[in-house]
């Protein structure tokens, strides 16, 4: 039986324009969690979760669109925005201080970290990029054939730190593409899961993934032996996904959905679980706060400008 939707924790409000990135942001042992929000006019909000109030709201250089957002450690952290710039900032004397680290394409794709690799979208908008953040390096490089089209999504992940990690891709073809990043860059399987764009995707630490398109469909599939393969799929009540996201320790994925609601579904068994409703137009973006952090937290943002927080089974 479908558990009764749960109010949100609570909302936060004050970013005055669509939310369209979020990231839960430990910066470090003994600190406080953060939460980063980016929105469609090029803000960047840092929250502090205990006293559910803004820190710090900054500006990027040309007030264009965050894709993507990302903590990495207790004074930085990265953005990318929708020109193709992509930014570290960071802590200092004088404040918050941006650096230029590369560029982007300037599509809807953002970028994926695992360590110290980053996996971004090449200014082509056809590539991808590998770029070590240690040297600022480019790795590697990958690319699909031109039937597949745009790049929409993509997801760097490996099993344990000891193992290569895998970038996955979601085309617009509806194509998901799978590449060992220690190869040369050849393409090493594909799956179309999606007759449309595959709009968003997420991949658990197992290499068992699932993404979504413009219609009901939510499809999961699974890297086994070097080959992406089919892994179930669930149907939803309504069309259009924003995003999704699954919890660190595999028990739910959440999925944002473009009628305003989102969708919490069992991992394992894509059992439906809760419809989560308080939004008034689209959600385009979600986060978990790590499982092993009590109490469990998914942020989700709206086009309606507003953030709200989840407490989560």
């Given at each position: 039986?479908?558990?009764?939707?749960p109010?949100?924790?609570?909302?936060l409000h004050?970013?005055?324009?669509?939310i369209s990135a979020?990231?839960?942001?430990?910066p470090?042992e003994?600190?406080?969690?953060?939460?980063?929000?980016?929105?469609a006019?090029?803000?960047i909000?840092?929250?502090?979760?205990e006293?559910?109030?803004s820190?710090v709201i900054?500006?990027?250089?040309?007030g264009k669109?965050i894709?993507w957002l990302?903590?990495?450690?207790?004074?930085s952290?990265?953005?990318?925005?929708r020109?193709g710039?992509?930014?570290?900032w960071?802590l200092?004397?004088?404040?918050?201080q941006?650096?230029c680290?590369?560029?982007?394409?300037?599509?809807?794709?953002?970028?994926s970290?695992?360590g110290?690799?980053?996996?971004k979208?090449?200014?082509?908008?056809?590539?991808?990029?590998?770029?070590?953040?240690?040297?600022g390096?480019v790795?590697?490089?990958f690319?699909a054939?031109?039937?597949?089209?745009?790049?929409m999504?993509?997801a760097l992940?490996r099993?344990?730190?000891?193992?290569?990690?895998?970038?996955?891709?979601?085309?617009e073809?509806?194509?998901?593409?799978?590449?060992?990043?220690?190869?040369?860059?050849?393409?090493?399987?594909s799956?179309?899961?999606?007759?449309d764009?595959a709009?968003?995707m997420?991949?658990?630490?197992?290499?068992r993934g699932?993404s979504?398109s413009?219609d009901e469909?939510l499809?999961?599939?699974?890297?086994?032996?070097?080959?992406?393969?089919?892994?179930?799929?669930?149907?939803?009540?309504?069309?259009?996904?924003g995003?999704?996201?699954?919890r660190?320790?595999?028990?739910i994925v959440?999925?944002?959905?473009w009628?305003s609601?989102?969708s919490?579904?069992d991992?394992?068994k894509?059992k439906?679980?809760?419809v989560?409703?308080?939004?008034?137009?689209a959600v385009?973006c979600?986060?978990f706060?790590?499982?092993s952090?009590?109490p469990?937290?998914l942020v989700?943002?709206?086009k309606?400008?507003l953030?709200?927080?989840?407490?989560?089974?």
């Open positions: 039986m479908r558990r009764e939707s109010d949100p924790l609570f909302m004050g970013s005055n324009a669509p979020v990231h839960f942001w430990n470090g003994g600190s406080k969690w953060k939460l980063l929000s980016g929105t006019q090029g803000k909000h840092i929250w502090d979760v006293s559910r109030r820190d900054l500006s990027t250089a040309h669109g894709l990302e903590g990495l450690d207790s004074n952290f990265l953005s990318q925005c020109d710039e992509l930014s570290k960071t200092e004397a004088a404040g918050w941006s650096k680290i590369g560029r982007t394409g300037v599509g809807f794709c953002g970028s970290r695992s110290s690799l980053l996996a979208p090449a200014a082509d908008d056809r590539s991808f990029e590998l770029i070590d953040l240690t040297s390096n790795a590697q490089t690319r054939g031109d039937d597949a089209g745009m790049p999504c993509v992940r099993r344990d730190m000891t193992d290569a990690p895998v970038l996955f891709a979601g085309y073809s509806g194509e998901v593409r799978a590449w060992d990043a220690t190869g040369r860059g050849e393409v090493g399987t799956l179309r899961p999606h007759r764009p709009l968003a997420d991949v658990d630490a197992t290499l699932v979504g413009v469909a499809q999961g599939w699974r890297h086994h032996e070097g080959r992406l393969v089919d892994g179930g799929s669930t149907t939803m009540t309504s069309a259009g996904v995003a999704v996201t699954i660190d320790d595999r028990a959440a999925v944002a959905r009628d609601h989102i919490v579904f991992w394992k894509f439906p679980l809760a989560l409703a308080c939004h008034q137009e385009q979600l986060d706060r790590t499982a952090v009590e469990h937290l989700a943002g709206s309606d400008t953030l709200s927080v989840w407490q989560l089974y």
